[in-house]
Each structure stands twice: as structure tokens, then as C-alpha cells.
């Protein structure tokens, strides 16, 4: 069974930083693409960040370039968010997920292509 449990949200004044994690089990990250994706109320999901399992390549939405930093520790199965600068529009649930057979560039660009999600945790930027 595979299981992603996402930690480390809560609320943050803007301007500041937060990290996330999420610890996976049942999958091995060198075969899946593992990403964040975010859900602000009453807007879409959208992909946040997304790395490669073939090599290891972050790939980043355009609104979260140069602020976000996703890294993977892969003898713990565990991918991180480290968010910078946060800002009142980061403020989301945010999810992680791992796909198979996806491009990162469809996940981030498009907002598709994962197999198993986790259940999200809340990060809350105040102005």
C-alpha cells in the first residue's frame, strides 16, 4: 500500500519561510516523479514543484521560482518544500504526490500525471 503523509504546515507571517515534508512508503522514488501540488480556496490544483525520478531534476511553477526548493532524501523516502518569501497568495493546501511514467514538465506545467496523493496539510500566509 502506498502512503504519503505530508508535515510541517501552519501559519506564517509573509515574508517568512516554512518547510514541508512528506514521508512516503510502498513506492521508491528513482522510479516515480514526486511533486507538491497546492489547492487555495476556490481555485484549481495547481503543480507547485516536481522531481524527477529518472535524474533527479527539480522542475518549479513560475510562481514559486526562486522561493521554493524541493529536495528529495531517498534513503528516507522523504521530499521536502523549502518555502521562502512566503507570500498571503501562497496560502493553500498542499499536497505531495508521486506519478509514474509522467514527465515533470507536464506536472508543473499542466497539472496532471500523479498516481497516489497524500491527504495535505495547510499552510496559512498572513499579510
Known amino acids: 500500500e502506498v502512503q504519503l503523509v505530508e508535515s510541517g504546515g501552519g501559519l506564517v507571517q509573509a515574508g517568512g519561510s516554512l518547510r514541508l515534508s512528506c514521508a512516503a512508503s510502498?513506492?521508491?522514488?528513482?522510479?516515480?516523479?514526486i511533486s507538491w501540488f497546492r489547492q487555495a480556496p476556490g481555485k484549481e490544483r495547481e503543480g507547485v514543484s516536481c522531481?524527477?525520478?529518472?535524474?533527479?531534476?527539480?522542475y518549479y511553477a513560475d510562481s514559486v521560482k526562486d522561493r521554493f526548493t524541493s529536495s528529495s532524501d531517498n534513503a528516507k523516502n522523504t521530499l521536502y518544500l523549502q518555502m521562502n518569501s512566503l507570500k498571503p497568495e501562497d496560502t493553500a493546501v498542499y499536497y505531495c504526490?508521486?506519478?509514474?511514467?509522467?514527465?515533470?514538465?507536464?506536472?508543473?506545467?499542466?497539472?496532471?500525471?500523479?498516481?497516489?496523493w497524500g491527504k495535505g496539510t495547510l499552510v496559512n500566509v498572513s499579510s
Open positions: 504526490a508521486a506519478g509514474i511514467g509522467v514527465h515533470c514538465l507536464v506536472v508543473v506545467k499542466m497539472g496532471y500525471g500523479m498516481d497516489y
Open positions: 510502498g513506492i521508491t522514488f528513482d522510479d516515480y516523479a
Open positions: 522531481i524527477s525520478g529518472t535524474d533527479g531534476t527539480a
